[in-house]
């Protein structure tokens, strides 16, 4: 009897999978994120159809933000961070698979909230550079359009990331089908950009060699620059555990 106990004491059982659907951090995001995505919809919802009719519209217009309230800028700025805080918890459910180990050293909350804040960071810096060219060229009626554009991309992405990353956490999703939507999404989202540029800024066929050209500078060379400055922070983590 003394034996067996003693066996049973030192016994090591397997450790669990570590599975997001069980995260109390994760799932107090996704709880918040539903109310600012209620909250949102309730006070923006004819403002956030307004500026959809406006990304279609080919013609120049006078921009939403020019006649919206407060109340609906302020309450559409919440769907910005719900994008960054659908790409953080996505980026975060990768990071875990790949490098458990170092993830494991680590609360979920503070990785996300790090994924979140760069790109909230990396926002604030596109806006900024498009306001700067906006002000060179002394273009502000198509530059304002063209912000108001790329606010819309960012607000409707939030509002579709949020389904999406509900199914990929409580339907346990495999990596390649979170990787191949991720890749679909950032493809439509660039897609939409370059139409919107075209239509806005380039009327003849040379001004759209030299739109690719900007696009590439502004749009695919810096995500592949974040990629890889992330890609070296997380082997710098690995080899100091």
């Excluded at 013609?59 to 407060?70: C, D, E, G, R």
């Excluded at 990787?179 to 679909?184: A, D, E, Q, S």
Aim: proline share 2%; with cysteine; aromatic share 18%.
């Amino acid at each position: 009897m003394t034996i067996e106990l003693t066996k049973l004491a030192t016994y090591i059982g397997n450790p669990m999978t570590y599975l997001p659907a069980y995260d109390n951090t994760i799932t107090i995001i996704l709880l918040s994120c539903f109310f600012i995505t209620c909250f949102s919809l309730a006070k923006s919802k004819s403002f956030l159809l307004e500026l959809g009719r406006n990304f279609v519209n080919s013609k120049t217009h006078v921009s939403a933000f020019s006649t919206s309230t407060n109340t609906e800028i302020n309450s559409l700025i919440f769907l910005i961070l719900q994008t960054c805080v659908m790409v953080g918890i996505t980026l975060y459910i990768l990071l875990s698979t790949k490098y458990p180990q170092t993830v494991e050293h680590y609360q979920s909350g503070s990785i996300i909230g790090l994924i979140t804040g760069v790109s909230l960071f990396y926002l604030l810096i596109k806006w900024m550079v498009y306001s700067f060219i906006g002000w060179v060229f002394n273009d502000r009626v198509r530059t304002s359009i063209w912000i108001e554009s790329y606010s819309t991309i960012i607000y409707y992405l939030g509002l579709i990331l949020y389904p999406i990353v509900l199914f990929i956490i409580y339907y346990n999703t495999s990596n390649y089908t979170i990787v191949y939507v991720g890749i679909g999404l950032f493809v439509l989202t660039k897609c939409l950009i370059y139409y919107k540029w075209i239509k806005l800024f380039s009327k003849k066929i040379y001004g759209h060699i030299l739109l690719f050209l900007y696009f590439c500078a502004l749009e695919i060379i810096p995500c592949v620059i974040l990629y890889k400055c992330m890609h070296k922070y997380i082997d710098v983590l690995t080899i100091n555990i």
